[in-house]
Structures are given as C-alpha cells and as structure tokens.
C-alpha cells in the first residue's frame, strides 16, 4: 500500500482505465503510424520535414501514415509501397537509398487530437495529462504543465485542455 498527495498518470493508452480509477472518463483512441527508415547516406536534408527527415547520423525517416486498426502495431506492403512512393516523388535522389527498417506505432488521439490536462475533482491531486505530440510540446509540459501540478495554480487557458470539452 502506497500514499501520496499527488499522482500524475500519463500512461498513453494506459490512461483510460487508470483514469476510471479517480473519476475521470477520457476519450482516446489508438491510430497507427507507419515508419520507413533507409540506410545511411551523406547529408541531403538540412530541414526536416514533414513527413521527410535525415537524423544527424544519415538515414531517412519517411512517414507517417495514419490508420484506423485498434491496437495493431503492425506494418503493410500495401502503406510501406505508399509511403516511399511519395518520398521518391518529392526527392527523387533517395531512389537509390535500401530501405532497413519499418514499423508500426500508435499514436494516442483525443477526439480532438489536442491534449487533454486535467486534475480529478473526486481525488484532487490526482492529474491525467496525455497528448500526441509529445515531443513537439515538451517545453510546456516541462515548464508550465509541471509548476501547475507542483504549485496547485493553473495556468491561464488551461480550462480549455478539460476533457468536459467532449460532452458538447
Ligand atoms: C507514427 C508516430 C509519429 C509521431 N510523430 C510525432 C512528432 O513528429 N512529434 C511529436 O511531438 N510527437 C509525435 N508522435 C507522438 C509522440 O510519440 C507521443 O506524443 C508521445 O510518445 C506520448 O508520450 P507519452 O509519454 O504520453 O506516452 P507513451 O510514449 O505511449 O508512453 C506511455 C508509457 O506508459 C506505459 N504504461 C501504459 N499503461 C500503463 C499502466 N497501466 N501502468 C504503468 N505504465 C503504463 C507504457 O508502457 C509506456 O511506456 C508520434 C507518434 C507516432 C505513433
């Protein structure tokens, strides 16, 4: 048996079930993405793109599709085909370049696609925060997202990342 005056669950996918267990109803769903990855090659890309990017150490990550299949990590013929085909087209140089990997993974979607940061009302200090783009936002979960759940003072705005924004 453990206590604690605070708790935060940011479990991904985990969360729903975690999150009935203090009051709170949060409506995420899986959606799959597909990565390609080449061998490594000189650099070609200073910028990333999109859906394009070279890492620092060369290779090409193209991506990524999104499909409804659950809880599927798996990979197609059928999305990997696509995929490269639209990298080719946008950079036709990266046709000479071996594909070595592929994978699936799952992004975790509100009905909104926004995060959803939250405290429970029924077991205060208890706070669910989940969001695609996790990366992309980690200045604000490391900086105001984390002083609201240590100093108890929400930020300005954050009413709208409630997940009561579903029930309209
Ligand atoms: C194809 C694809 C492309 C993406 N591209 C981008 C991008 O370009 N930029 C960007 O910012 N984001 C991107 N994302 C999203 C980014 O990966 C997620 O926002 C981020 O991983 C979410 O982090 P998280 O810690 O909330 O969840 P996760 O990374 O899913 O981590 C949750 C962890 O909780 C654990 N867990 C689950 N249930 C329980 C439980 N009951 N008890 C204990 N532990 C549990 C899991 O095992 C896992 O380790 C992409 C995602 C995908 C799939």
Known sequence: MFSTKKIVLACGLGIKSLA????M????????????????????LEQPFVTIRQTQEGSFLFGASHEEVGFDTGTTLEEMR????????????LARLQ???????????????????????SCPG?????????????????????????????????????PRRFDA
């Open 20 to 23: 009935r267990q203090v009051g």
């Open 25 to 44: 109803d949060i409506p995420i769903r899986p959606q799959r993405g597909q990565i390609l990855v080449t061998e490594r090659t000189h650099p070609l």
């Open 82 to 93: 696509r995929l490269a085909g639209h990298a080719v087209q946008v950079f036709p140089e």
């Open 99 to 121: 594909l070595v990997r592929c994978w699936g993974a799952l992004r975790i979607l509100t009905p909104d696609t926004k995060p959803v940061y939250v405290e429970s009302e």
């Open 126 to 162: 208890a706070f669910v925060v989940t969001s695609h783009s996790g990366i992309t936002l980690a200045p604000l979960h490391a900086q105001r997202l984390s002083e609201w759940i240590v100093e108890g003072v929400a930020p300005d705005g954050f009413e709208q990342f409630h």
